[in-house]
């Protein structure tokens, strides 16, 4: 069971802004460590956002990153069939000293 | 640019024992933690244990605690996930990838745990 929880799936029609949310992020969570990643099917996973809302450089900017509270956003605006995949979010647990992960979120582009 | 190749993985009988490696290229590799992360087949990731640039600082998710061993050689620019006593449910894709936030990952390779 994943100490971050997603929803298992999310869709969305092309050009469309769809959101993905993580949540669970308590108190052992260090601040600013939240990251997004990015797998295509049958590829590695690609680090989309880190520490909440910085995009890596080549990340188009399309994709967003908020954190509030307790949890976490995705967005993805201009929503295109490329974007088909399972995104998860990760952040740092001090409790753990390791990172935890959400489940998981497939998007399917409609 | 930035690479990292595992290999090690295949199919391995239940309490046996198996020795994964990453190769890394493109960055100065004794400057970074180095972690392993698994996905069991249609499932999410999982962190399984990373290790600091020098190699003296290590740590385990609870699932593989005692059973693992990761460690590192700089001068091969390589990390290792030593495996043993495995299980069913270590059957994955493990990755490596390059401190948190894992900016680089490589492509993955299988281990398989079955009689």
């Known amino acids: 069971q994943s100490v971050l929880t997603q929803p298992p799936s999310a869709s969305g029609t092309p050009g469309q802004r769809v959101t993905i949310s993580c949540s669970g992020i308590n108190s052992n969570i260090r601040s600013d460590t939240l990251n997004w990643y990015q797998q295509l099917p049958g590829t590695a996973p690609k680090l989309l956002i880190y520490n909440n809302n910085q995009r890596p450089s080549g990340v188009p900017d399309r994709f967003s990153g908020s954190k509030s509270g307790t949890s976490a956003s995705l967005a993805i605006s201009g929503l295109q069939s490329e974007d088909e995949a399972d995104y998860y979010c990760?952040?740092?647990?001090?409790?753990?000293?390791?990172?935890?992960f959400g489940g998981g979120t497939k998007l399917t582009v409609l | 640019q930035v690479q990292l190749v595992e290999s090690g993985g295949g199919l391995v009988k239940p309490g046996g024992s198996l020795r994964l490696s990453c190769a890394a290229s493109g960055f100065t590799f004794s400057d970074y933690y180095m972690t392993w992360i698994r996905q069991a087949p249609g499932k999410g990731l999982e962190w399984v244990s990373y290790?600091?640039?020098?190699?003296?600082?290590?740590n385990y998710a609870d699932s593989v605690k005692g059973r693992v061993t990761i460690s590192r050689d700089n001068a091969k620019k390589s990390i290792y996930l030593q495996m043993n006593s495995l299980r069913a449910e270590d059957t994955a894709v493990y990755y490596c990838?390059?401190?948190?936030?894992?900016?680089?990952w490589g492509q993955g390779t299988l281990l398989t745990v079955s009689s």
């Open positions: 990838a390059r401190s948190f936030p894992f900016d680089y």
């Open positions: 290790v600091s640039g020098s190699g003296s600082h290590t």
């Open positions: 990760a952040a740092w647990d001090d409790r753990l000293n390791g990172p935890v």
